[in-house]
């Protein structure tokens, strides 16, 4: 069965960073494409992130570009959202999703296009 666990939420006070982790099982991430979603207090679920299997390519919201970055390890079978530099409005729930498609579509940031969803881990940036 199809399963994503996130892991490596937690607080940290403003500029500093964070590693959230997502295991996969049932699925080999190289036929995936992979994202992660983050969802504030009385907003919407945002996309971050969207990492294509097939290419190895990572896409990224602007509010996040060149502070964030989405990595793999293909042996452990997770993926990983490296964060930096982070601000109070990072301050969400992440989510991994994935869906058996090998590249990110151009509609990667919309959570309808996602089959599977882990729990979610809470990110919170306060000092």
């Known amino acids: 069965q199809l399963q994503l666990v996130e892991s490596g939420g937690g607080l940290v006070q403003p500029g500093g960073s964070l590693r959230l982790s997502c295991a996969a099982s049932?699925?080999?991430?190289?036929?995936?494409?992979i994202a992660w979603f983050r969802q504030a207090p009385g907003k919407e679920r945002e996309g971050v992130s969207c990492?294509?299997?097939?290419?190895?390519?990572?896409t990224y919201a602007d509010s996040v570009k060149g502070r964030f970055t989405f990595s793999t390890d293909n042996v452990k079978n997770t993926v990983y959202l490296i964060m930096n530099s982070l601000k109070p409005e990072d301050t969400a729930v992440y989510y991994c999703?994935?869906?058996?498609?090998?590249?990110?579509?151009?509609?990667?940031?919309?959570?309808?296009?996602?089959?599977?969803w882990g729990q979610g881990t809470q990110v919170t940036v306060s000092s």
């Open positions: 999703a994935a869906v058996p498609r090998s590249t990110c579509r151009t509609s990667w940031y919309a959570p309808e296009e996602y089959d599977y």
């Open positions: 990492f294509s299997g097939s290419s190895g390519r990572s």
């Open positions: 049932g699925f080999i991430l190289d036929y995936y494409a």
